[in-house]
C-alpha cells in the first residue's frame, strides 16, 4: 500500500486516507504530517476519511495523537467524511474522538478551519 | 431452506415480506424531520430499546449525510421512561452524529432524565440541551447565523374559512 | 520475517463456504478484514455489521501480529446457518503464541499486556453477538466470535 497522500492548499494540508491502510504506513504519515507541521508550512488539516470502509481501534487512537500533536504544533485538525457505519462501529467501541474535530466533508472541513482560525486570531 | 415445487425458496417470499414491514415501521418510528436547510429534527415518541436506537442511529446518520446537516434536534418529550439504557443510547446517538460532523442538541430533557445522565457519570459537558424543540430550533438559528425577523407592516394573515362545507 | 510454523486447517464445515488467512505480519491484518468483510457482505449482512465484523477481525488479527510468536496465527472465516439463529458468520483467530493466564482480566476493558494498550478482546466482544476464548497459557490462543444476520 502506498503513502497517505498530503496535498497543500494555501495555509491547509488536506490528506486522503486509503481504505485498508496498513499500520506502517498509518505511523509514515503520521511522521510525515509532523515533518510538514513543525516547518509551519500549515496551520490546519483535513483529514479526509471518505473512502475509508473500517476504522479499528488503533487508527482511531492515531487519529487523536495525531489530533493532539498537530495542537501543540499549532495547526487545528479536522476528520471529515467519516462514513456512517463506521461512526456507530466507533462509538461502540467507546472511542468517540474527544477533542477532535469532526465535518461532513472536505469543504466543510476547511470552512470549520478558517471559522477556528478567527476565533483564535481574536481569542 | 425449503424449495416449493416450482424451484421457488418458500421461504425468501415471507422473508423479504417482513424486511419491507420492518423497513416501514421503522421509518414511521423514527422520522427525522429536515426542518429547516441544514438542521433536522428527530422526535422520538415511545420507548427506546437497542434495536430501536441502533435503528434510530442508523437512519439518522443516512439523514444527516443526504441533507448535508450540521445540526439535529433529539427531541426526546415523548420518552416515557429514560432510564441508563435508555440514556447511553441517546448519548451513543449523540456522538455517532458527531464524528460525522453534526452537533446534536438534547430537547425536552425532564428533570428525572437529567439525573439519570448525571448517574451515568460520564463527561456531559459537551451535551446541549434546551427545553423545548422550538428553543432547540432558536439555538439552531443563532448557530447557522440565522434570525427570524418579523415584517414591519404586515399584520398576522387570518386563518383561511374553510370553503368547502359538507 | 519470521517464517510461520504451517497450521493444520479446522475442519471442513460440510456445504457452507469457508475462507482462511494467514497472518505473518501487519499485512495479514488487513487480509483478514477485508476477507471477513467479503464474506459478510456476500451473506447479505448491512453496512453497519460490515464494519462491525471487519472491525473485530482487525482487533483479534492485531493481537496475534502484536503478541504471539513471530506474529503468527491465522483467520478462519466460516459461513453459518442454524435454525434457532439464522444466518451467520463465524470467524476463529488462532495463534501459537503465550497465552493468555487471566482471560478474566484480559476481557475487562483498558487491559494491558505487552506492548500497546490492549483493545482488541473488549472491542471484539462488544461488536459480535457472541465470542469464546480459548487459551493455553505458553501454547496459543484460540478466539471465536459469531455474528448472525437480524
Redesign the interface.
Same mark, same amino acid.
Given at each position: 500500500m502506498a503513502r497517505v497522500p498530503i496535498i497543500r492548499l494555501g495555509d491547509v494540508l488536506i490528506a486522503t486516507v486509503q481504505d485498508e491502510l496498513y499500520d506502517h504506513d498509518a505511523l509514515q504519515f503520521q511522521e510525515d504530517l509532523g515533518q510538514l507541521l513543525e516547518r509551519g508550512v500549515a496551520h490546519g488539516v483535513v483529514l479526509d476519511f471518505s473512502t475509508v470502509a473500517t476504522v479499528d481501534s488503533f487508527l482511531a487512537r492515531l487519529i487523536g495523537a495525531i489530533a493532539a500533536a498537530s495542537q501543540l504544533l499549532r495547526a487545528a485538525m479536522v476528520v471529515v467524511g467519516l462514513q456512517p457505519a463506521v461512526a456507530v462501529t466507533l462509538v461502540e467501541l467507546g472511542l468517540t474522538l474527544p477533542g477532535v474535530h469532526t465535518a461532513l466533508n472536505a469543504e466543510k472541513g476547511l470552512a470549520l478551519l478558517a471559522h477556528l482560525r478567527r476565533d483564535e486570531r481574536v481569542g | 431452506m425449503s424449495e416449493t415445487g416450482s424451484g421457488v425458496p418458500a421461504q425468501s417470499g415471507l422473508q423479504e415480506a417482513i424486511e419491507q414491514q420492518r423497513a416501514t415501521i421503522s421509518e414511521l418510528l423514527t422520522p427525522v424531520i429536515e426542518v429547516w436547510d441544514g438542521i433536522l429534527a428527530l422526535p422520538i415518541v415511545g420507548s427506546v430499546d437497542t434495536?430501536r436506537a441502533?435503528d434510530m442511529? #442508523?437512519t439518522l +446518520? !443516512?439523514r444527516?449525510?443526504a441533507t448535508?446537516s #450540521?445540526i439535529v434536534l433529539l427531541d426526546i418529550t415523548g420518552v416515557p421512561v429514560v432510564d441508563t439504557a435508555v440514556a447511553r443510547h441517546l448519548l !451513543?446517538t449523540v456522538?455517532?452524529?458527531? +464524528? +460525522?460532523?453534526?452537533d446534536v442538541y438534547i430537547v425536552g430533557l425532564s428533570s428525572r432524565t437529567a439525573m439519570t445522565l448525571v448517574q451515568l457519570g460520564i463527561?456531559l459537558s459537551?451535551i446541549t440541551t434546551r427545553a423545548t424543540l422550538a428553543k432547540g430550533l432558536a439555538l439552531a438559528f443563532s448557530r447557522l447565523g440565522l434570525a427570524v425577523i418579523p415584517q414591519l407592516g404586515n399584520t398576522r394573515h387570518p386563518v383561511s374559512p374553510d370553503r368547502e362545507t359538507p | 520475517m519470521p517464517t510461520c510454523v504451517a497450521m493444520s486447517a479446522l475442519a471442513e464445515a460440510g456445504g457452507s463456504r469457508q475462507w482462511r488467512v494467514d497472518v505473518a505480519g501487519e499485512e495479514g491484518i488487513v487480509a483478514a478484514r477485508q476477507q471477513a468483510r467479503e464474506a459478510a457482505k456476500g451473506l447479505g449482512f448491512g453496512a453497519v455489521d460490515q464494519s462491525r465484523i471487519a472491525t473485530a477481525v482487525s482487533e483479534l488479527a492485531r493481537n496475534v501480529v502484536r503478541y504471539a510468536t513471530g506474529s503468527c496465527g491465522d483467520v478462519q472465516i466460516t459461513e453459518l446457518a442454524s435454525p434457532e439463529n439464522g444466518i451467520g458468520l463465524e470467524i476463529v483467530v488462532r495463534d501459537a503464541g503465550p497465552g493468555i493466564a487471566n482471560v478474566e482480566q484480559a476481557l475487562r476493558d483498558g487491559f494491558t499486556s505487552g506492548q500497546g494498550l490492549g483493545m482488541g478482546l473488549p472491542g471484539a466482544r462488544r461488536l459480535m453477538d457472541q465470542m469464546t476464548i480459548d487459551s493455553v497459557p505458553g501454547r496459543g490462543t484460540t478466539v471465536t466470535i459469531r455474528k448472525w444476520r437480524h
Open positions: - | 434495536a441502533q442511529t #442508523e +446518520l !443516512e444527516i449525510v448535508r #450540521e !451513543e456522538s455517532a452524529a458527531r +464524528l +460525522l460532523g453534526a463527561d459537551h | -
